[in-house]
């Protein structure tokens, strides 16, 4: 089987490199707009959908007539057409219509790796050296990395790099395919696992990882200059100053989400072979009104995409029970439904059949775990 892995490294570009990758982002930039803008006005007098082909074959001209597209990696170029041409199928799906890029816009290009073999001496675009701590990218050369520090060597093959910039900080994102061996593995360890919004986490076994505080502080601290942004003047000097601290504010949450998920993840697919959880669906039916009052849902479908990507590197087993299944109202220890339990936002409750004082999130949990167990049986022969 194949996986796909991305190593996202520091990237450190001297003056003249960092120019380079500034210039690179505009021409980018540039060639989105200018097709989004051709797009648009050719189908408005037209009626006509301009293909990507159409697209491609103008670069050569649009080279010609703005002669400093030439100075930039023509992979990202073309790459940005392909970029605006996945926008637009997006659109279609989530309405969304792609907007024209400006300063504030998400700052990346992506290159493709290619190798090429020339009086018997091979060539690549794309070379990592993880001895060195060195990445040499098309047009740039060779630039200091930092990351993975204890990753000797990446196995696998480069497929894209992506160079992004956000701050004033240089990153570069790699993406490698990987063979992955396929091993059969009968559970021995299983756990059961209930999503929710102050803890993140609830495991069978009655941990709890809780929602760190300083990410629920980013949060309110984003609600909040939201709040005052749409007071201000669209554009004025203390817009765009508020806009620049939003957009800071989500990048550090972003980062702090991102580590605090990376280690429970980690955590729970290490020590478990087959990892059960409900569907973010189900949370959604159940907690309408306690997920609204949060900004977003990102991190439990974050949580769910490295749960599964992460089982499937190790060979382990991963289970989504169905939407309906109510693991919140039935009592683990004597498996009554209950369900005259309306108010699920109840942290405690008692059993009306057995008396068992149920904590609402590790109850479900373990409901979860028995229901995924239920369903899997044929891993255990
Ligand atoms: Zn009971």
């Known amino acids: 089987m194949k996986i796909y892995k991305t190593y996202k490294f520091r990237l450190y570009p001297s003056k003249e490199q ?11 930039r540039f060639i989105y707009n200018t097709m989004l803008y051709e797009k648009e006005k050719l189908y408005k007098e037209n009626k006509i959908i301009k293909s990507k082909k159409d697209c491609l074959k103008e670069l050569p001209h649009l080279k010609q007539t703005y002669p400093w597209l030439m100075e930039v990696d023509s992979m ?14 997006n659109f279609y799906r989530t309405k969304n219509y792609p907007k024209y890029k400006d300063k504030y816009s998400k700052n990346s290009y992506r290159t ?10 091979m060539y690549e675009n794309i070379k990592l050296d993880m001895t060195n ?15 993975y520090r204890k990753t000797k060597e990446i196995k696998g093959r480069i497929i894209n790099a992506t160079i992004s910039k956000e701050i004033n900080r240089y990153y570069v994102s790699i993406l490698y395919e990987k063979n992955l061996e396929e091993k059969n593995i009968i559970p021995k360890t299983i756990i059961g696992i209930d999503l929710g919004v102050k803890d993140l986490v609830i495991t069978s076994f009655g941990e709890k990882y809780e929602n760190k505080k300083y990410i629920t502080k980013y949060e309110k601290k ?29 990048k550090k949450l972003k980062n702090a989400r991102k580590y605090i998920i990376h ?22 039916l159940i907690e309408k009104k306690e997920m609204s009052k949060y900004i977003s849902d990102a991190s439990l479908s974050e949580i769910i995409r490295q749960l599964e990507y992460k089982s499937k590197w190790q060979n382990k087993h991963y289970y989504q029970i169905n939407t309906y299944y109510p693991s919140s109202q039935i009592c683990s220890h004597c498996n009554t439904k209950n369900k005259e339990l309306k108010d699920l936002n109840k942290r405690k409750w008692t059993c009306s059949k057995c008396n068992n004082e149920n904590d609402r999130d590790i109850n479900a949990a373990i409901n979860i775990m028995w229901e995924g167990l239920i369903n899997n049986t044929k891993l255990f022969t």
């Open 18 to 28: 960092q120019e380079l990758i500034n210039k690179t982002l505009g021409c980018t």
């Open 76 to 89: 990202a170029l073309a790459n940005t057409i392909f970029d605006l041409e996945v926008a637009i199928k």
């Open 112 to 121: 493709n790796y290619i190798k090429n073999i020339y009086k018997n001496r």
């Open 133 to 147: 701590k060195t990445i040499t990218l098309p047009k740039l050369k060779k630039m200091k990395i930092r990351g």
């Open 222 to 250: 984003i609600k909040n200059l939201q709040k005052w942004l749409s007071k201000k003047e669209k554009y004025s000097k203390n817009y765009c100053k508020i806009k620049s601290k939003i957009k800071e504010t989500y």
């Open 263 to 284: 280690k429970i993840t980690k955590e729970i697919v290490n020590t478990n072979d087959l990892i059960i959880t409900e569907t973010l669906q189900t949370k959604k």
